[in-house]
């Protein structure tokens, strides 16, 4: 890691992150992480709980002058997700992430960052740790898991906070307030498949998908990124006189819009020729579609060892057709906030091999009715081909409330800071504060952060002056939050 991060304003926000990102943190690999924590509270000599779930509790009393204020809790979650370049070497249960600087930004050298959500959490222990700063009691809330199901936010039982206001550090726009969000749920589509031994006179070919931006499955689903899984899919359709399929590893996580996708074929040696010309249109076509969006896209096949078997002819056919039937990206725009994505699917991931087929899919939506008919339509789309459906983890979203307190405390702070009005806005991402209003239902909630782009993909990085901004904005919060009633 360049040590030129601890250099930089704030400082005491950047080295707690830098501090952060040499623990290994990902989603149900939070052990390291939380004894992390847990040893930050204590040492700080603050009383520190971890709940049953995993969830770290760390207690500050108000400072000086502000203890007439309403009690908050700062939250933010603890886990980041884990995407690399394929040509990247990084184990991320055991290394911490390699940061840089490149002009105004911090990234890392060929993974993701973590400043989704891991600049959130930096923030509350510089606070937590500061002796200067202005505030009142604080509760601080690192939860676990948000990132591949938020069972953290989930589990989460009534009793443990008495605060009155949340803030929510955890969105990517500095300009932006956010009172509302998306609910989700994972869809998971199995079947099982015969295999037949790979036809004589054909010859192997490897299938790449690659250079794709990738993204946020909720906040990038609108701009019409290319989705590796479903461009693989449409050049195997076009394609499927003349190759038999083996295997296919396209997409990693639920909740990132896949970059890469693989597939082992047999192609039929008669139709070599015509194979390989409808593949360069095929690509022609693809690449000229996402070329604004997507400049780096590649599609390449080459030659290699024969697959010793294939699918059958039919359960290729089904495949190919119901993939290419099921919705991915943006469902339904909201009526109610312009511009707002209310509905959407990500076929996140699609793994073929050895008889068995299984593809992961995140539904997200603001409306929970409009979620329900989504998830319903992919159900149809694969049971018709005799596939397995089943719905899990779903979560509610967070309805906007415009007569919020805190609301009104963050828009006449930004105004008064910077000269200018906040975007306040409902997002279509999955944060917590929906989750966590179900056992904490009188809570005031507010979401908000510094800029961050291209998160859940190498590509992901954090602008270091929105990094000043944000923590300018956050103390001025922090002295000004409500009295008590």
């Not at 992480?33 to 204590?42: E, S």
Request: charged letters at 25%.
């Amino acid at each position: 890691m360049s040590t030129d991060i601890r250099t930089l304003e704030p400082k005491e926000l950047w080295n707690n992150f830098a501090d952060l990102n040499a623990v290994p943190r990902g989603s149900k690999k939070e052990e390291r992480v939380i004894q992390f924590m847990v040893d930050f509270g204590n040492n700080l000599n603050l009383e520190t709980i971890v709940d049953p779930v995993g969830n770290v509790i760390i207690k500050k009393p108000a400072s000086k002058g502000m203890e007439n204020r309403k009690t908050i809790v700062m939250q933010s979650h603890l886990d980041m997700v884990h995407q690399k370049n394929s040509d990247t070497v990084f184990d991320f249960d055991t290394e911490g992430i390699k940061m840089k600087i490149e002009g105004d930004w911090v990234k890392a050298e060929g993974t993701t960052l973590g400043a989704d959500n891991g600049l959130g959490v930096a923030a509350i222990m510089a606070v937590l740790a500061s002796k200067e700063i202005k505030h009142p009691a604080i509760e601080a809330l690192f939860t676990i898991d948000e990132e591949t199901g938020m069972t953290g936010a989930m589990g989460l039982q009534a009793g443990y906070l008495d605060g009155e206001i949340l803030l929510n550090l955890d969105t990517e726009e500095d300009d932006e307030i956010d009172i509302g969000c998306a609910g989700g749920v994972d869809i998971t589509i199995e079947n099982s498949y015969n295999e037949v031994h790979t036809p004589t006179n054909s010859i192997g070919y490897t299938l790449a998908v690659t250079g794709l931006n990738g993204g946020h499955s909720g906040m990038d689903i609108h701009r019409g990124l290319g989705n590796a899984n479903k461009i693989m899919n449409r050049v195997l359709y076009t394609v499927q006189d003349y190759i038999r399929i083996s295997e296919i590893n396209g997409g990693s996580l639920r909740n990132a819009i896949p970059r890469e996708s693989f597939a082992i074929i047999s192609v039929y040696n008669s139709q070599k020729d015509v194979f390989l010309k409808t593949l360069k249109r095929i690509t022609k076509e693809i690449k000229k579609e996402l070329k604004t969006i997507d400049p780096n896209l590649e599609i390449i096949a080459e030659k290699a060892t024969l697959p010793n078997k294939v699918m059958t002819a039919i359960s290729q056919t089904t495949l190919l057709k119901t993939i290419y039937a099921a919705h991915n990206g943006v469902y339904r725009m909201s009526n109610d906030m312009e511009g707002l994505v209310e509905t959407s699917n990500n076929i996140a991931r699609v793994i073929v091999k050895n008889e068995l087929i299984k593809i992961l899919c995140l539904t997200r939506s603001s409306v929970e009715t409009s979620k329900t008919d989504l998830a319903n339509a992919i159900t149809a789309t694969f049971e018709l081909a005799g596939y397995d459906v089943s719905l899990s983890g779903s979560y509610p979203g967070w309805k906007p409330n415009v007569d919020s307190q805190i609301l009104n405390v963050l828009t006449e702070t930004y105004e008064k800071l910077f000269k200018s009005k906040a975007d306040v806005v409902a997002c279509h991402a999955g944060l917590e504060c929906g989750i966590l209003g179900t056992n904490y239902p009188e809570m005031d909630m507010i979401s908000f952060g510094p800029t961050i782009q291209g998160a859940h993909s190498p590509d992901e990085r954090a602008n270091i002056k929105s990094s000043q901004k944000f923590w300018k904005f956050l103390l001025e919060i922090l002295e000004n939050i409500p009295v008590k009633n």
